[in-house]
């Protein structure tokens, strides 16, 4: 069974920075490009990023509004994903997850989601 | 960036219905279309990938269509959980979702 498990979410004061992680099982890690999504409280869903698999060398994409303060990594030896953000500001505040990028280009499994609250 | 609407922004319906609502890309997509279904406080479930293929485990009664740059998706008889809201996403480039079409009662 596919399992994501995010977590590291929490409050942190505009400027902080924070890492979440999702660990993944079910399923040969390496294979799959992983992104993350985030929503805001009430909003909609925004894609934040996404990493991709050892065939294409890990690298790393990143939508605009976190570009520069985000950064998205992996480790493949514990089928981990990683979200290094920086810089956090209080729209920054959302619930964020991890996600599988299948075959056809869909994200067909989601992690729970882990809350960060940006605010002083 | 590829623009995603979706419209309604918001429906009611009674159980039985059938019901339909539509996504809209600000330039081609081929079918790089899918739709997923989120319920309050719960992650997104994918229900639609490439336009009009179900996913694995979906009901029946879901349904979607289009191409290019207009997508519908269709519910042929509203089910009491099947109350929630739904999302476009585009695959063709930077992923980017619609705004949500939320299904409520009626």
Known sequence: ?120 | DIQMTQSPSSLSASVGDRVSFTCRASQSISKYLNWYQQKPGKAPKLLIYSSSSLQSGVPSRFSGSGSGTDFTLTISSLQPEDFATYYCQQSYSTPGFGPGTKVDIK
């Open chain 1, 1 to 120: 069974e596919v399992q994501l498990v995010e977590s590291g979410g929490g409050l942190v004061q505009p400027g902080g920075s924070l890492r979440l992680s999702c660990a993944a099982s079910g399923f040969t890690f390496s294979d799959h490009h992983m992104d993350w999504v985030r929503q805001a409280p009430g909003k909609g869903l925004e894609w934040v990023g996404r990493t991709r698999n050892k065939v294409n060398n890990h690298t790393t994409e990143y939508a605009a509004s976190v570009r520069g303060r985000f950064t998205i990594s992996r480790d493949d030896s514990k089928n981990s994903l990683y979200l290094q953000m920086n810089s956090l500001k209080t729209e920054d505040t959302a619930v964020y997850y991890c996600t599988r990028l299948n075959w056809n280009d869909d994200f067909d499994y989601w992690g729970q989601g882990t809350l960060v609250t940006v605010s002083s």
